[in-house]
């Protein structure tokens, strides 16, 4: 692609796009590509993951919880070498959706921090970047999370699906999105509700590594052999989120007492009770979807755990199954969808709405930087 010769983001027809997320359970950094006009997907590209290791592993969870300082500095050193050594093998796009990290999430408080300098990753890449996707949402007073729901919206109607589903996401936090594909716009009413449902890995993921120097419960292993402490389970679910109206959304480390109910217990029995705490979450969230959706459709790392799936099909109303039953990837669905917000984002459609974020109006929210070789007044353009 001789870059140098063509508009750096063309306003009509189909653009290539790849989506970076990297997700509050810190596995590493998802690179997906995709085809799309910004309303419809036309096709699923190429994908690529780099893992952090553990002692990047350490320098960003340092920074959980925090506003400013050192230990956010040394997290986005990280985060961006790491972005950029991934996507140096994805510049033949026209666009990179970039999320960058949430260190900090305190919508009705704070704000945001997602870390990571997009203008810079444009100028290494030559390739336009779109980032900070969340501080417009919160501005406007919604929740800045979760962004994924309008492209689980394209998702099901790319799918053919016609009824109600759901689309779970299990990473470091839960998050559920209710759609009716029969509705042709995500704006519109009626058709999404999503909010996050509860700590999904996180708490499992830190318990593993704190008492056994793992990483996750593969295959739910750990907590096979444990029994539910339902005292624990039961004051889980006393917590006030629960009762609250979506959207909502949630801060990884808003539930850290978590691993403190489980404290007393042994390693299998914490990882049961932690495992159960997840599904118990997701459960409450789906009593407040329009109506029983046809299936949940699940992703991200928490359908790898036949434990977790086992418990979610034990407590939900409806077929429970991986996201792959309908041929995406439950792996890589979150990098498409910034990918596919950054199209939206760079042609000036909404990428979140009340009934995604609470926001007042639908908004579309991120910046566009392009590499300085191709920059023209204004640098760069808030939408």
């Not at 027809?13 to 997906?32: C, E, I, K, N, Y």
């Not at 997290?75 to 959706?97: K, N, R, W």
């Not at 729901?149 to 009824?163: D, E, N």
């Amino acid at each position: 692609m001789n870059k140098a010769h063509r508009d750096p983001i063309a306003k009509t027809g189909v653009l290539r796009a790849a989506g970076a997320m990297s997700g509050t359970s810190l596995d590493g950094v998802d690179v997906a590509v995709i085809d799309t006009d910004g309303h419809d997907i036309m096709g699923f590209g190429t994908s690529g993951y780099r893992e952090y290791s553990g002692e990047e592993r350490k320098v960003i969870a340092a920074g959980f919880g925090k506003w400013s300082g050192p230990e956010v500095q040394a997290a986005t050193q990280v985060i961006e070498a790491a972005h950029l050594e991934v996507l140096q093998d994805f510049t033949d796009v026209d666009v990179i959706g970039f999320h960058g990290q949430t260190l900090a999430h305190a919508p009705r408080v704070q704000g945001t921090l997602q870390v990571g300098d997009g203008a810079g990753l444009a100028d290494a890449l030559a390739t336009p970047v779109v980032w900070d996707f969340r501080s417009a949402d919160v501005e406007l007073g919604g929740e800045g999370a979760p962004l994924a729901p309008f492209f689980h919206h394209a998702c099901a109607r790319y799918a053919g699906l016609s009824g109600p589903v759901a689309f779970l996401n299990l990473g470091g936090v839960g998050n559920l999105t209710w759609v009716d594909p029969s509705i042709n716009r995500p704006e519109a009413e009626g058709a999404l509700l999503a909010f996050d449902t509860g700590p999904a890995n996180a708490p499992i993921n830190d318990l593993m590594q704190s008492r056994l120097g793992l990483t996750y419960d593969m295959g739910g292993k750990i907590a096979s052999k444990g029994t539910v402490e339902t005292g624990a389970l039961e004051l889980f679910l006393a917590e006030p989120y629960f009762a609250r109206m979506p959207p909502k959304s949630l801060d990884r480390n808003d539930f850290a007492e978590m691993v403190a109910l489980v404290g007393e217990l042994s390693d299998s029995d914490a990882a049961a009770t932690l495992t159960a705490m997840c599904a118990a979450g997701v459960a409450e969230a789906m009593a407040h979807c329009p109506r029983v959706p046809d299936r949940v459709l699940v992703t991200g790392g928490g359908r790898h755990n036949p434990i977790l799936m086992k418990m979610l099909a034990v407590s939900l109303d409806c077929p429970v199954v991986p996201i792959e039953d309908i041929g995406l990837d439950g792996d890589m669905l979150e990098a498409q969808a910034f990918a596919y917000l950054a199209v939206r984002v760079a042609r000036g459609l909404p990428t979140s709405c009340h009934s995604t974020t609470g926001v007042r109006a639908a908004v579309g929210g991120g910046t566009v930087s392009l590499p300085k070789q191709e920059k023209s007044a204004p640098e760069q353009r808030a939408f």
